[in-house]
């Protein structure tokens, strides 16, 4: 009989029997890697024993139907065409596959935030060795203003037109990844539309966590991890182009079979050894993108299944996961006599990732610790997290402080973050004895 909550099994501590979860660990990090219940578990070892029965069967010929079947549900959940969506292995790679897609001219300019996803900065800054795009970073000080964020992207844009620069596109996330924080994205895509910006939405931490309503916002590229918030193995991430922009997706990433060049005077055909099938050109390009394990793509509707018939659907989970998080966030800064991350309309904490101030000072005097050493310290405190306390949640360094980020999932309970929170206490305490130096 289903709960009050419409599912068979109450979230918390009981859901872990879903789950593989080791009894002793305490997992307050699903935001980084995620994980997903036995039955999908045993979706992903069906999809990899019928691969080894026919290899060569399976790839030709059965894993393009699976894979139509796979896009079709998630473009269903999305609310979009499912010739509009195509899997790729994480939201990195679809970051890459647009950016460097896109062709450039001198003037151009990638716009982003100074919170943007380590990898994603450091493609921007490849392309501007390699071609002839500049870039402009937007500095962000958490806790920050839904208006006043908005505010800084059109401040730039400005900027930059006045300066006889053009802005070829913007990347920004849905929630992005330290600070763990919600970004008005919808806002700011409808900034770009104005501005005549292409939108490209690292959607990391977007699919399974927001209501996304894509087919209604309509950004210019999207792509989310599937492995991350929707209990799909990893690695999946669905990468979505509407329509019109598919023209501007040439290639995927790497390269592979379903790509055609533009006819050249006396160049040959290239030969594509793999049924074609009647889908489109983009849709073609990721249909077979070299050798891999696509079980995870495979694993899409029973994923699905799960959050609905076990859960009770994806509204019970997400309130769920964002109430624990924002109540688990308040328990940690209680006992740690810190304070959580928020801005005055809590438009931050509109999503299953908080994050608490730790209790370690910066600066130069007795039991304080140095600027310079805050990264040393950083990667301390996950060290010992990790060895020591049978748990994990990623301390890391914003605006003056050390803070740590905390996820909120089905299978914990605010019990789950109290023991954090003395665990975080202890380990502050080190800290200022000076035991990280040691």
């Known amino acids: 009989m289903a709960d009050e909550k419409g599912t068979a099994t109450p979230f918390g501590h009981a859901m872990r029997s879903y789950f593989q979860l080791d009894p002793s660990y305490i ?230 079979h379903g790509f055609e060049p533009f006819p050249a005077e006396g160049q040959e055909a290239l030969f594509n050894p793999l049924p074609k099938g009647e889908r489109s050109y983009f849709v073609g390009l990721f249909h077979f993108v070299g050798t891999s394990d696509v079980g995870p793509y495979l694993c899409i509707e029973e994923a699905l299944k799960f959050r609905q018939e076990v859960c009770g659907g994806d509204k019970q989970i997400k309130d769920y996961c964002q109430n624990i998080a924002n109540e688990g966030a308040r328990k940690v800064a209680e006992t740690l006599g810190t304070e959580v991350m928020d801005n005055s309309t809590h438009t931050l904490t509109k999503c299953c990732m908080t994050n608490v101030k730790l209790p370690i000072r910066i600066g130069e005097n007795q039991g304080e610790v140095k600027e310079t050493d805050a990264f040393a310290v950083i990667a301390w405190l996950a060290q010992k997290l990790n060895e020591d306390s049978d748990m994990f949640a990623p301390p890391f360094y914003h605006a003056g402080h050390i803070w740590v980020r905390l996820s909120g999932q089905i299978y914990l309970e605010i019990e789950d973050f109290a023991a954090a929170a003395h665990v975080f206490k202890k380990l502050c305490e080190r800290v200022e004895r000076g035991e990280h130096r040691t």
């Open 27 to 256: 997992p307050l990090n699903h935001g980084s890697f995620g994980t997903y219940p036995k039955s999908v578990k045993d979706r992903l070892r069906y999809t990899q024993d019928i691969t080894e029965s026919r290899p060569d069967t399976f790839f030709r010929y059965d894993c393009p139907k699976y894979i139509d079947s796979a896009r079709a549900a998630i473009a269903g959940y999305l609310g979009v065409d499912d010739g509009e969506c195509v899997f790729v292995p994480n939201a990195t790679t679809g970051v890459n596959t647009v950016l460097q897609n896109l062709v450039y001219k001198a003037g151009d300019v990638i716009v982003y935030f100074s919170t943007v996803y380590g990898s994603c900065e450091k493609t921007v800054e490849y392309l501007k060795e390699t071609t002839p795009v500049a870039s402009a970073k937007i500095k962000l000080s958490y806790p920050v203003e839904d208006d006043d964020l908005i505010a800084k992207f059109q401040e730039k844009i400005k900027q930059l037109k006045s300066e006889g620069k053009r802005p070829r596109v913007a990347l920004f996330d849905t929630v992005s990844s330290l600070p763990g924080v919600r970004v008005p994205w919808e806002k700011l895509v409808k900034t770009c539309k104005e501005e005549e910006v292409l939108s490209l939405i690292d959607g990391a931490h977007g699919i399974g966590h927001l209501d996304l309503k894509l087919g209604e916002i309509q950004p210019d590229f999207f792509v989310s991890n599937c492995h991350k918030w929707l209990y799909v193995p990893r690695g999946c991430a669905v990468f979505y182009v509407p329509q019109r922009n598919h023209h501007l997706i040439r290639t995927s990433i790497p390269t592979s």
